[in-house]
């Protein structure tokens, strides 16, 4: 499955966006889709992710409460809103994919991987 992200941009702090990862050749039925980031000068780190079979949803505790992933089935496309966003959340945010569901939560081992959306918060 390719993986293409999107949505990135600059927004103030306090304000939304909602990041896209679009799958084309294959659809995340039954699949781990997670969200990664990763700072200037810092490691990647893990964000969210979304088990498909059941729907459970898990987020890093900087992130609870202002990020939702979720997916439109129709579109095969999964999103990342992220609300009330901090100078802190500035990253490249990653979306990646396995068919594997446990790599969900704590896994960085996802065989398929977009190519990166730019989030900046800032005023």
Known sequence: ?????SGGGLVQP??????SCT??????DYYAIAW???APG???EWVSCRKDSDDSTYYADSVKGRFTIFRDRGKNTEFL???????EDTAVYYCAADPIENNCPGSYAY???GQGTLV????
């Open 1 to 5: 499955v390719q993986l293409q992200a």
């Open 14 to 19: 306090g304000g939304s966006l909602r990041l």
């Open 23 to 28: 799958a084309s050749g294959a659809t995340l």
């Open 36 to 38: 990664f980031r990763q």
């Open 42 to 44: 810092k490691e990647r």
């Open 81 to 87: 809103q992220m609300n009330v966003l901090r100078p």
């Open 111 to 113: 065989n398929n991987w």
């Open 120 to 123: 900046t918060v800032s005023s």
